[in-house]
């Protein structure tokens, strides 16, 4: 099946830091998709991207389907956003990465 | 608009007892879809419901088994229980089977004792 990577594993950063987390897969894939897992577990949908380039507010990200990546830029990053970033790709069902644990500190 | 609901939030239950799991789609989405999630790791794809077909399944013992209802609601049965099936379980629906963003619900977090 499908391989799903995420790097780095741990990322911590210091309030107002910038990061970029990258997410690789094995497949041509239909669907991308980028989450945000907050401390109570809640799934948060970041962006659906399977290519080109989206941004929201402080965070953006970029798939480039033909190279099989996607990077999500997180600038000026808040204490809020720590937590576990996933990379979930679909062809036949939905794959998620093992994920990245950001922890931004103040 | 409601997003997707899950019921319990949290459930224990002992070693060979059987679950129920329910999941309420966002209005308007067909398509309903149950992962679990163990400690540490991201979310495993278990089923995957359309229009009350079973469109996918994932690598999982036939003790798991799932139904879709014509309101698109969904249950998620796990037989047998084990210590292992301690998780949480994440329901997300999209407007059709493939190709569509996935929203989440807040999960069921089930503890086998």
């Known amino acids: 099946g499908i391989q799903v990577e995420q790097s780095p594993p741990d990322l911590i950063l210091q309030e107002g830091a910038n990061s970029t987390l990258r997410c690789n897969f094995s497949d041509s894939v239909n669907n991308l998709q980028w989450f945000h897992q907050n401390p109570w577990g809640q799934l948060i949908n970041l962006f659906y991207i399977p290519s080109g380039t989206k941004q929201n507010g402080r965070l953006s990200a970029t798939t480039v389907a033909t190279e099989r990546y996607s990077l999500l830029y997180i600038s000026s990053s808040q204490t809020t956003d720590s937590g576990v970033y996933f990379c979930?790709?679909?062809?036949?069902?939905?794959?998620f990465g093992a994920g990245t644990r950001l922890t931004v500190k103040p | 608009d409601a997003g997707v609901t899950q019921s319990p939030t949290h459930l224990i239950k002992t070693r060979g007892q059987q679950v129920t799991l329910r999941c309420s789609p966002i209005?308007?989405?067909?398509?309903v879809s149950w992962y679990q999630q163990v400690l540490g790791q991201g979310p495993q794809f278990i089923f995957q419901?359309?229009?009350?077909?079973?469109?996918g399944r994932g690598n999982f013992p036939d003790r798991f088994s799932a139904r879709q209802f014509p309101n698109y609601s969904s249950e998620l049965n796990v037989n047998a229980l084990l210590l292992g099936d301690s998780a949480l379980y994440l329901c997300?629906?999209?407007?059709?089977?493939?190709?569509?963003?996935?929203?989440f619900g807040d999960g069921t977090r089930l503890s086998i004792l």
């Open positions: 979930a790709v679909e062809l036949n069902d939905m794959r």
């Open positions: 209005s308007g989405h067909k398509s």
């Open positions: 419901y359309y229009e009350k077909e079973e469109r």
């Open positions: 997300a629906s999209s407007r059709r089977g493939g190709d569509q963003p996935q929203h």
